[in-house]
């Protein structure tokens, strides 16, 4: 064996980001641990970090193209690839308009940063009204609320955990995600030493999950029911004179309209329906008004439901009135390195955001964030007329298996007329396609996170330099993408991408830069690809050398040589410069928001199903290919039905034995795991298993496939102010298999 080389990188496989430290011999992985210098994760590391040597040596990864022939995929050369999708697409194209064709997007996108930035350029070549992503199935609620609020989608606040004394957190289970819309690696650490200072943290769940059980208080929810929670909580600030805007008050709009709209949602109105006591509503008002610093955090769980928005929104109306927003210890807003829209432009306001610029075709559902709901995706493919989706475009993206009603989906698939997948695996989606184009292995590419430093706990910059080299002929994602939006312009399948991209880049230095452009370019002149645009957004950023004129600031030659990462410091107070609303204010009180207040007060009377579903996560189980690596997969049963023992005796179901879940929808069978943790008339499924459909080359994940949750959820119901997927509180019956 040769001598080992240590490496470091970014783990892309979560929202943590954690540091870690990859030694390679004879050019083989041989060990992972956590990077002890690095700056944002000191070191932590779970199991999924661990599990890129298996990623990486994968032998069901796909290392070179496919090209569909008699039903059956062949291996191909990327030029033959590329020549078999410009013969078939531009003519489709030509033959039904742009919107005839549709690209859908998934999670591991937002860990790379060649299919973030080069994304776009697709899409805009494509010029299709037709994009969907994953961001539909999970958080695209709380991109509205905060885009309505404070100006722009990403501007997301998040808790200052380090310096709070309390901390109130629903539908959230950061020991299993690390973090999610909230870059927290070691939140156990970091909650561990909130309580050790005497600070209090309380979990609202419908599972006692592994951040409940570390908690100081848990409270069983019933699902989908946070906004009833919520709107007592905030009629009892009004109600009790608990309102402290503080340091904010000239920068909130709308206090008066709030309180007007809570008046019928009493701690007493809400607390049936909800499924926790008045006194306990009312009580955990006053906590958090009361606490020092405090921060109220909303997750999944109150995304993944009908009133996903309206949750959303009311988890910042309470730091906000409760004077916790923008506020040391309470929800602040990081100051990315780079590419952060809050950091860009007149300080202070913008143009704020609007959705439905358009409508899907066959539902009408509002556009959102520049994409339609992943749900209405099988009813654009399946309905005649103009407007067809005809052909499909996958990035990253397996909706068969993460989206509602997989099954329509699948069908629908079948019906197009071409498909491309990018992806690394032929898997319960990309087996539809002509053509799936491989991507490299994360340990094959360089790195620099664009979305999760908008949500850390702490400001920095870090950069990860490619483990290994390409091997030979594989493609760069970010040229995949410039191919392929060559070939839909009419450049041709052999159109030079490192050309296209010079172009694109003088564009763009035009646009920041005007006459001083060509400085711009020169001075990043030795860089090509995502690499140069780094550069340039650091340079231009809040922290940047502003191309010489602040040479203390960063670039990219800066950050690439800080083996650990340069730290920003602690987040600090960016009211109001960070605010990108018309007004300059915190719209506390959106006009659209306020009018479907409409839906839950005629809820408010409904009785609870007698059982109902919910998903949850595992620290193993990230995304749904996961499953495929052996460290992550080896170990319990993970794909088990969580019922409560009441349940469990009044059903008649055993620990161990079957179970047939099912509703109007479909009908799914997954083994009983009888557990105290869950709630009484809630029983609980992870969500992205289902490894059992044909074609798909997962062999590891076929051996224990799971039950498949989306099986047996409702394409049609959808938070209609997000477009979200309703993926909670839907109601089943259980019975021995």
């Given amino acids: 064996m040769t001598e080992a080389t240590v490496h470091h990188r970014i783990c892309p496989l979560c929202e943590a980001c954690c540091g870690l430290e990859i030694k390679v011999a004879d050019n083989k992985v041989i060990a992972i641990r956590g990077h002890d210098e690095d700056v944002f994760s000191a070191g932590y590391i779970c199991p999924k970090g661990v599990a890129l040597k298996d990623l990486h040596e994968d032998p069901d990864r796909l290392r070179t193209p496919l090209v569909k022939r008699d039903g059956q995929f062949v291996e191909a050369t990327w030029d033959e690839a590329f020549a078999e999708i410009e013969r078939r697409l531009p003519p489709l194209i030509a033959a039904h308009g742009r919107d005839a064709v549709a690209m859908t997007l998934g999670n591991p996108a937002a860990h790379k940063f060649g299919l973030l930035l080069y994304g776009p350029q697709l899409m805009k070549a494509l010029g299709t009204k037709n994009i969907f992503s994953a961001s539909t199935l999970d958080q695209m609620p709380k ?11 990403l501007s997301i606040p998040v808790p200052d955990i380090v310096r709070s004394d309390y901390l109130l957190m629903l539908g959230a289970n950061p020991m299993a995600s690390n973090g999610s819309l909230w870059t927290v690696p070691d939140f156990r650490g970091k909650a561990k030493a909130l309580r050790a200072r005497g600070g209090k943290l309380v979990v609202i769940d419908p599972r006692r999950t592994e951040t409940a059980a570390l908690a100081d208080e848990h409270h069983f929810i019933r699902p989908g029911a946070d906004v009833f929670l919520l709107l007592g909580m905030v009629h009892t600030l009004f109600d009790e004179g608990l309102v402290r805007l503080g340091r904010l008050g000239p920068f909130v709009a709308g206090v008066d309209a709030v309180q007007s709209a809570v008046q019928a949602f009493s701690p007493e109105t809400v607390a049936k329906r909800c499924g926790i006591a008045a006194a306990d509503i009312r009580r955990l008002a006053r906590d958090l008004a009361g606490a020092q610093r405090a921060a109220v955090y909303g997750r999944i769980g109150t995304c993944t439901q009908e009133y996903g928005t309206l949750a959303s929104w009311l988890v910042d109306v309470l730091n906000v009135l409760t004077g916790r927003l923008d506020e040391p210890g309470g929800a602040m807003f990081p100051k990315a390195a780079a590419f952060a829209a809050n950091t860009a432009g007149t300080p202070g306001s913008g143009r704020g955001v609007a959705t439905g610029r358009h409508k899907s075709r066959v539902s009408g559902a509002p556009e959102v964030f520049g994409e339609l709901p992943m749900t209405c995706l099988a009813e654009e493919i399946e309905t005649p007329g103009a407007g067809q989706v005809r052909a499909l475009i996958t ?105 296209i991209d010079d172009e694109h880049f003088a564009r763009e230095a035009g646009k920041h830069f005007g006459e001083h452009a060509a400085r711009a370019i020169e001075a990043t002149s030795h860089l090509k690809g995502p690499r140069r645009m780094l550069d340039m957004a650091l340079r231009i950023g809040p922290h940047g050398d502003q191309f010489g004129r602040k040479p203390e600031g960063l670039n990219l030659a800066k950050v690439q040589a800080a083996q650990g990462g340069i730290d920003l410091g602690e987040l600090t107070p960016r009211v109001p410069e960070m605010l990108r609303t018309p007004s300059g204010k915190i719209e506390l009180a959106p006009a659209t928001f306020l009018a479907d207040l409409s839906r839950p007060a005629r809820d408010l009377a409904n009785a609870a199903p007698p059982m109902v579903i919910i998903g949850r996560r595992d620290v193993r189980s990230n995304n749904s290919w996961m499953h495929n690596l052996p460290l992550l997969a080896k170990g319990p049963e993970r794909c088990t039905a969580l019922v409560h023992p009441d349940d469990a005796k009044r059903l008649g179901l055993r620990d161990g034995a079957m179970a047939h879940i099912s509703n109007a929808n479909g009908r799914i069978e997954a083994r009983v795991q009888v557990s105290a943790d869950m709630m009484p008339g809630v029983v609980s499924l992870p969500h992205g298993w289902g490894h059992n459909l044909p074609g798909a080359r997962l062999s590891v994940a076929a051996e224990r496939p799971g039950a498949n949750l989306n099986d047996l959820l409702d394409e049609d119901r959808r938070d209609p102010l997000s477009g979200n997927a309703v993926l909670g509180g839907v109601a089943v019956e259980l019975l021995p298999a």
């Avoid at 991109?143 to 722009?152: I, Y």
């Fill in 395 to 499: 990035v990253a993206s397996n909706p068969v298996l993460s989206s509602p009603n997989g099954p329509r989906l699948a069908a629908a698939l079948d019906q197009l007329d071409f498909m491309v997948s990018m992806d690394i695996y032929v898997n319960e989606t990309s087996r539809h396609a002509n053509v799936i184009l491989p991507a490299p292995s994360p340990l094959e590419d360089v790195h620099y996170d664009i979305a999760f430093p908008q949500m850390s706990w702490r400001n920095h910059a870090r950069f990860s330099d490619a483990v290994f080299a390409l091997p030979e002929g594989q493609l760069p994602e970010w040229v995949t993408l410039l191919k392929l939006a060559a070939i839909v312009r009419g450049q041709g399948a052999q159109a030079d991408a490192v050309q």
């Fill in 143 to 153: 991109h509205v609320s905060c885009g309505f609020m404070f100006g722009n989608m």
